[in-house]
């Protein structure tokens, strides 16, 4: 993810409800279930909560080996030293990344008018993985004021001209489901945030 503008988004979170009340989006419409889940991606036949309303998708094409992009994603350790905003990251097993592989992770967020400075806490557990191909995870973010259940999947597909990597995550939760346009709009820049990231270090070597 990258640096101010990400994390500033990301303190959105915390004053969600009072955009709500302000905005008068609380009561907004998601796209129906069946037809924002009928391209989803999966990993072993899991995807993202179908019956979400938040969720986002997006892809890029990365030009670095598929070792290279794995091995960035995947050693999460080392998020910190590529990833701006995320600023703590520990493994919570050991051995190779895996199914059943679990990491506690944070992202600091600025002070706002409702909230003092605060993090967010995401624990994140490996549910499916399939080698150089697909990881899905699922676990909560927990900040003051603030909890998100999230599930997020990725894709990586080796193309001629490098990898193609996809990703896709549903939030829910009391926050994010009060103003649905807002949480996705946070999600959005995210995600989109972090396959820049992603590509700018595989494609640096």
């Known amino acids: 993810m990258s640096g101010t503008r990400t994390t500033r988004v990301r303190a959105a979170l915390l004053t969600v409800p009072l955009a709500a009340a302000l905005l008068g989006t609380a009561g907004t419409p998601a796209v129906a279930a069946s037809a ?26 990365i030009h670095a080996p598929l070792s290279t992009v794995w091995k960035l994603q995947t050693d999460v350790g080392r998020w910190p030293s590529w990833q701006a905003a995320v ?34 806490e995401i624990t994140s557990t490996v549910r499916q993985l399939r ?27 080796r193309t001629r001209d490098g990898v ?32 820049r990231d992603l590509k700018a270090a595989a494609e640096a070597g």
Do not use: Y
Not at 165 to 190: K, M, N, S, Y
């Open 36 to 61: 924002a889940t009928r391209n989803s991606l999966t990993c072993e036949g899991k995807g993202v909560d179908p019956d979400a309303r938040v969720r986002h998708r997006t892809e890029t094409l």
């Open 87 to 120: 600023a703590t990251v520990r493994r919570l097993d050991h051995g190779p990344f895996r199914t059943g592989s679990a990491f506690r992770w944070t992202t600091p967020v600025p002070p706002n008018p409702s909230t003092p400075a605060t993090s967010l």
């Open 164 to 195: 193609r990597v996809r990703t896709e995550e549903t939030h829910t939760g009391a926050q994010v489901d009060a103003d649905v346009p807002t949480a996705t709009a946070i999600l959005r820049e995210g995600l989109e945030a972090w396959l």
């Open 131 to 157: 080698t150089m191909s697909c990881i899905r995870w699922t676990g909560p973010a927990i900040g003051e004021g603030l909890r998100i259940d999230g599930i997020h999947v990725w894709d990586f597909t």
